[in-house]
């Protein structure tokens, strides 16, 4: 299975992603479609050894139950937000206390709807298909597997996406650019960040009210971005600043290395790329303790804090990481996507696709 021999299916809709040059090899094929002409895909990837599915939308449901049973190996690349129904029952699962207060009011204002999490019958169907399934952490594939009896013939991948940026100079940005006494909080303007329950607890910490927020919230929901600027204003009163605007990978990289503190309120896995990055330039990270993310950093060695860690402090500074532990955490964030574990976990996958032939 060499990658020239790989063709990549895009949907027309993601006409820009056919620009993205994926593979740079002249034998590489794309092939674009309409949603319309699903069966007319699923004939065709009948005939290829493995079938990738990233991300498990609607569509691609579709496409999976149109393929002939024993066809070819399907594995799922899952996103997260594709699998949230597989780990909780409904959308208010994912908020804090005052998270789901605002979540209320929102919905009762019209501004956004009820969302209980089903498992649909099409998607039951799909998933029966499938034989290999790599979501972001070990521990939700733990947490589906315990959950649902249609997912026990699934197995587990460890595989994920690298940067599309020289890791190197992540980590050379904790060395170079110097650290503020600042906080970078969450990573869009979307309820699931909790932000509102962080405020609750700066609101009782004088150390976390000194501190410069910065808040990104270049995309998600106006109406939500609105209400906690009111909240953060009342709470920080200037000392804070929104950021709503997209930057280059390495600008954004240099916002948060800035930071001394990361908190990402998440239960959800979510924000990930943003922990990653926070780990790599020396942040001390607070996470929420009932998010798969904090146990998969825990399990694995890296020095981090909850947000119960938090509520608990006296001065904030009391959970700032020592030098000596900032340097293993990148140490360890910069092995997880280094060249050579990316090339050995492919190469485990490329060998566990063949064991079914």
């Given at each position: 299975?060499?990658?020239?021999?790989?063709?990549?299916?895009?949907?027309?809709?993601?006409?820009?992603?056919a620009e993205i040059p994926i593979c740079n090899s002249s034998l590489s094929q794309y092939i674009n479609f309409?949603?319309?002409?699903?069966?007319?895909?699923?004939?065709?990837?009948?005939?290829?050894?493995?079938?990738?599915?990233?991300?498990?939308?609607?569509?691609?449901?579709?496409?999976?139950?149109?393929?002939?049973?024993?066809?070819?190996?399907?594995?799922?690349?899952?996103?997260?937000?594709?699998?949230?129904?597989?780990?909780?029952?409904?959308?208010?699962?994912?908020?804090?206390?005052?998270?789901?207060?605002?979540?209320?009011?929102?919905?009762?204002?019209?501004?956004?709807?009820?969302?209980?999490?089903?498992?649909?019958?099409?998607?039951?169907?799909?998933?029966?298909?499938?034989?290999?399934?790599?979501?972001?952490?070990?521990?939700?594939?733990?947490?589906i597997q315990a959950k649902h009896s249609f997912t026990q013939h699934l197995k587990y991948i460890e595989w994920?996406?690298?940067?599309?940026?020289?890791?190197?100079?992540?980590?050379?940005?904790?060395?170079?650019?110097?650290?503020?006494?600042?906080?970078?909080?969450?990573?869009?303007?979307?309820i699931t960040n909790n932000h509102i329950d962080y405020l609750s607890i700066a609101t009782k910490n004088k150390?976390?009210?000194?501190?410069?927020?910065?808040?990104?919230?270049?995309?998600?929901?106006?109406?939500?971005?609105?209400?906690?600027?009111?909240?953060?204003?009342?709470?920080?009163?200037?000392?804070?600043?929104?950021?709503?605007?997209?930057?280059?990978?390495?600008?954004?990289?240099?916002?948060?290395?800035?930071?001394?503190?990361?908190?990402?309120?998440?239960?959800?896995?979510?924000?990930?790329?943003?922990?990653?990055?926070?780990?790599?330039?020396?942040?001390?990270?607070?996470?929420?303790?009932?998010?798969?993310?904090?146990?998969?950093?825990?399990?694995?060695?890296?020095?981090?804090?909850?947000?119960?860690?938090?509520?608990?402090?006296?001065?904030?500074?009391?959970?700032?990481?020592?030098?000596?532990?900032?340097?293993?955490?990148?140490?360890?964030?910069?092995?997880?996507?280094?060249?050579?574990?990316?090339?050995?976990?492919?190469?485990?996958?490329?060998?566990?696709?063949?064991?079914?032939?």
């Amino acid at each position: 299975m060499k990658l020239e021999e790989h063709t990549f299916f895009l949907e027309k809709q993601d006409a820009k992603m056919a620009e993205i040059p994926i593979c740079n090899s002249s034998l590489s094929q794309y092939i674009n479609f309409e949603s319309s002409e699903a069966l007319f895909i699923a004939r065709i990837l009948e005939s290829f050894d493995c079938l990738i599915v990233h991300c498990l939308t609607p569509l691609h449901t579709r496409i999976i139950n149109l393929i002939k049973p024993g066809s070819t190996i399907i594995m799922w690349k899952g996103w997260g937000f594709d699998y949230l129904d597989l780990v909780y029952d409904d959308f208010s699962d994912l908020l804090e206390d005052k998270s789901k207060k605002l979540y209320l009011d929102l919905r009762l204002a019209g501004s956004t709807a009820d969302s209980r999490y089903t498992v649909s019958e099409s998607k039951k169907k799909a998933i029966k298909k499938i034989q290999l399934f790599c979501p972001v952490f070990e521990e939700e594939f733990e947490i589906i597997q315990a959950k649902h009896s249609f997912t026990q013939h699934l197995k587990y991948i460890e595989w994920r996406y690298g940067f599309d940026y020289p890791i190197k100079k992540v980590v050379k940005a904790k060395d170079c650019i110097v650290k503020t006494d600042s906080l970078w909080l969450g990573n869009s303007s979307t309820i699931t960040n909790n932000h509102i329950d962080y405020l609750s607890i700066a609101t009782k910490n004088k150390s976390l009210r000194s501190l410069v927020h910065y808040i990104p919230m270049s995309y998600g929901f106006d109406n939500y971005k609105n209400e906690i600027k009111d909240a953060t204003e009342s709470v920080l009163a200037n000392n804070f600043e929104i950021i709503d605007e997209f930057f280059e990978f390495g600008q954004y990289v240099n916002l948060i290395a800035r930071s001394k503190y990361m908190v990402m309120n998440h239960i959800r896995q979510q924000a990930m790329g943003n922990i990653w990055i926070g780990l790599l330039t020396g942040c001390t990270v607070f996470l929420n303790e009932n998010s798969p993310a904090f146990s998969f950093f825990k399990n694995r060695g890296y020095v981090l804090y909850s947000i119960s860690d938090l509520d608990s402090a006296t001065n904030v500074v009391e959970f700032k990481v020592t030098e000596k532990q900032a340097d293993a955490n990148a140490e360890k964030a910069l092995a997880m996507f280094s060249n050579q574990q990316m090339s050995f976990r492919t190469k485990k996958l490329i060998q566990l696709i063949k064991s079914y032939f």
